[in-house]
């Protein structure tokens, strides 16, 4: 077991760790030739230049203003200094609202933790039932493990003001939670009111149109929408499976990377011409001239591109049964996007469409009939992922409790019996461990939501999210437990009656708390310190810098600002909420840890929003009924356990009053979703007419049909989109809906023109058409 030593020796490691990062960053962001991996967010923006370009030639490189070093802390006061509204117009809703999960930490934890320490820590302390099971059953315990819930004498008084705590966190925790949605869904509204105009406020994203022999899905659209939405329908934009031509494109970017880099390296040379090799990675197969394979693969699929291209305008396979239809007020594309279009509900499926940098369109050419099949798929393999993923969490917890390994594996005794060595695996490595276990975990998840199917970014990543959150809290948490418990108390399950395991396992839960304090320092302070530092991207910068780099627009794309990552990001906030809610009651000297990581990830995540990080989307902070249901499920669940707790103590009588607490969660639960939750999830027609009615009187002459028709074409399809701008002033009006149609069963309204005499004469506002 982990002793106040073995713990310290780890605390000074991670301290001194997160110290030498954090001065490291002071220190490498004053020097000219880093300022724009430490400052690329206001690059992006147009605000910053670089001081690389002027002074003398050692300036550039270095700082040699001895009294900026002085005050190579003041990154902390200015991180904290930006006020909100400011942040919110400079990063957006997202990135303001992200913060706030470390904020509502704290708000939450720090009266909680001075609360049990002053409380719950005396009483656990004042008994020695922990070392009276040590003499009879054979139970591993530490000085910190005094501190538990473990500690009581069973049956005791004293579980009664546990039970008190219980209480109070929970009414804290929800009085809190209460205030932040009602704050953030506030938040929510005032942003959608007062932002800009975008493209996603007048569109809708349909899907499952019904097929009909006698017209295209880009006339049936046109039709469907100018019969049941005359006076607000604008424009549409059918869906193309374009993702082959995405792929050519993206092949031909990185054959046009090469060639630059081969070109670059010739001219610094001239006496000799760059040579590759053709096979796979460039390690095997012929040996070749560089830049004339480079230019020859180039001119071939320059080739294919135009083919392709001109397959995806006229096959009508590459049509997809979806469209982008756009509205001509925000209250017409509201009523649209939250009602049901037809008597059959699974057609013509309409939902707010992803603003337009959100969109993930790979996706789109997923046939609406397979998400099903696929989110099945996805399921059963995300279930054996979270099942296998226990053997490493086992090792893991072998090295946690060393004491039980040395009983079956006697020949480590020799070195385990080094104080330092003994104290460094039990106190640091367990943590180390299972944060590398887990570094290939965000990508697999992510490539899981891809294949189910979601079509914006924002969507993907809640979806790993909510997986990854599930993968920490069975793996890392209950694994952890379970893992631990079986090495830690093997003796004891051997000799033990089945009915004396849920109390060896109910003495275990709080005990694990030393491998918790361990991997919370090793992932929230050394982890969120070397976050600042930014080590890789300023590696890769330098290396494709000097590499790669010859014009300004190269040092530019350069620069990876990169994102907040909500995906990984979130749940692991949430893994520290559920520690510090299960443990605040069972073993509270876990929640300082909690603190310092909540205040500290604070601190360096505000700085990264300002100056680093550039959000690939916006989505009104459309996670956090999210972030608000997790924390809620680590309430039941803390709640749970410390039912389970005080049935292996002899403390029924607290067990009708522990009851009400999920009760009562579950009903607060309720309470949120009904009354915040719709501010996420729907835009009020109160709202959307107040915005149309604002912008028609600031900008009575604004040709929508112009700024929409382009918005969600294709990427693949943007550098033609130019020179199609016909109809730039075309004004409303409520059109005659004709119509090719035989048979009008797909139609809610019958058209005012008979389809058997009425030829299409509308002009086509397809995807085509913006192409050459």
Known sequence: MATFGDIGLAAAINILTALAFLIAFAILRLQPFNDRVYFPKWYLKGLRSSPTHSGAFVTKFVNVDWRSYLRFLNWVPAALKMPEPELISHAGLDSAVYLRIYLLGLKIFVPVALLAWAVLVPVNWTNNTLAEAKTTDNVDFSDIDKLSISNIPHGSQRFWSHVIMAYAITFWTCYILRKEYATIAAMRLHFLASERRRPDQFTVLVRNVPPDPDESVRESVEHFFLVNHPDHYLTHQVVYNANKLAKLVKEKRSKQNWLDYYQLKYSRNQSKRPMMKTGFLGLCGDKVDAIDHQTAEIERLSKEIDEERERVKTDPKCIMPAAFVSFKTRWGAAVCAQTQQSRNPTLWLTEWAPEPRDVYWNNLAIPYVSL??????????????????????????????????????????????????????????????????????????????????????SALERRSAFRYFIFIFVNVFLGSVIAGTAFQQLDSFIHQSANDIPKTIGVAIPMKATFFITYIMVDGWTGVAGEILRLKPLIFFHLKNFFLVKTEKDREEAMDPGSIGFNT?????????????????????????????????????????????????ESAAAFWPDVHGRIIFSMIFSQLVLMGLMSTKRAALTTPFLIALPVLTIWFYRFCKGRYEPAFIRYPLQEAMNKDTLERARDPNLNLKVYLQNAYVHPVFKNDEEDENEGANERFECVIVPTKRQSRRNTPAPSKISGASSPSSLPDTGPENLLP
């Open 372 to 457: 099903t099949i696929r989110r099945l798929i996805i399921a059963v393999a995300f279930f054996f992922l979270t099942f296998f993923f226990m053997i490493p969490i086992t090792i893991v917890q072998s090295l946690a409790n060393i004491e039980s390994l040395e009983k079956r594996a006697s020949f480590l005794k020799v070195i385990t019996d080094i104080g330092f060595i003994k104290s460094f695996i039990q106190g640091f490595l367990p943590g180390i461990a299972l944060k590398i276990f887990l570094i290939l975990l965000p990508t697999i998840l992510m490539l899981m939501s891809k294949f189910e199917g979601f079509l914006c970014k």
């Open 569 to 617: 990001g979130e749940p692991q906030i949430q893994l520290y909420f559920l520690l510090g809610l299960v443990y605040a009651v069972v073993t509270p000297v876990l929640l300082p840890f909690i603190l310092v990581f909540f205040g500290l990830a604070y601190v360096v995540f505000r700085h990264q929003i300002i100056n680093v990080y550039n959000q690939e989307y």
